[in-house]
């Protein structure tokens, strides 16, 4: 099922809920909370309790990707600012099984997220523990960046590696996701797009969303 995740990053934190809420309108199955600490990439945006506020003023799962160093320091105080869905990358858990553990421990879905330059082979003995896997499509850290189309092969490998494993976990994509690139996103297997400044820049993020979505599924009938 093609999914759109609009990432608030992208949206006006002055008019957070409107915002949300109109690309709720548009289609939006869940809204992205990129949450990044200034260490493990090189900016700062939010955290619990912006999720919390947010919780309160929209209807669909929050999906948290938390660009942050020791993750499961954190994952409580996400967990009670009721956070659905909670993605941690590969590249800051030492203890990725543990981490990916207490994600579902707290009952939030677990994923686990990979930068540009990080193997899809490093993540075959948690793809059974995870909902999802989020695929990088620029270096994290800031929205408005350029599509890496070399990512697209590693969502073709994940979804291989899925059929070969036998496991059941949904392929995300984030970073440059506009009407250029979905379509490659769909074609290639990815199925829940993260979408920040084509939903958020400019104009309507209901159209935008709506937009994106039409974009996928066109994309999806083709390949068929
Ligand atoms: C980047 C974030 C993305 C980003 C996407 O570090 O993880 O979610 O906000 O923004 P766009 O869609 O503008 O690339
Ligand atoms: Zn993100």
Not at 186 to 193: L, V
């Amino acid at each position: 099922m093609i999914e759109i995740a609009p990432s608030i990053l992208s949206a006006d934190f002055a008019r957070l809920a409107e915002d949300a809420n109109a690309a709720v309108r548009g289609g939006a199955a869940l809204l992205h909370v990129d949450v990044m600490d200034g260490h493990f990439v090189p900016n700062i945006t939010i955290g619990p309790p912006v999720v919390a506020s947010l919780r309160k003023a929209v209807d669909v799962p929050l999906d948290c990707h938390l660009m942050i160093e020791n993750p499961d320091e954190y994952i409580p105080a996400f967990a009670d600012a009721g956070a659905n869905w909670v993605t941690v990358h590969q590249e800051a858990c030492i203890h990725l099984n543990r981490s990916l553990e207490l994600i579902r421990s707290h009952g939030m879905r677990p994923g686990v997220a990979i930068n540009p330059a990080t193997p899809v082979q490093t993540l075959g003995e948690v793809l059974d523990i995870v909902d999802h896997v989020l695929v990088m499509s620029v270096n994290p850290g800031f929205g408005g960046q350029k599509f890496i189309p070399s990512t697209l092969e590693k969502v073709r490998k994940l979804a291989t590696m899925r059929n070969a494993k036998g496991v059941d976990f949904r392929i995300e994509i984030d970073g440059g996701i506009d009407l250029e690139t979905i379509g490659a996103a769909a074609r290639a297997g990815a199925e829940i797009f993260v979408a920040g400044s084509h939903v958020f820049g400019k104009g309507d993020p209901a159209r935008n969303v709506e937009a994106l979505l039409k974009a996928a599924q066109e994309a999806i009938l083709q390949r068929a």
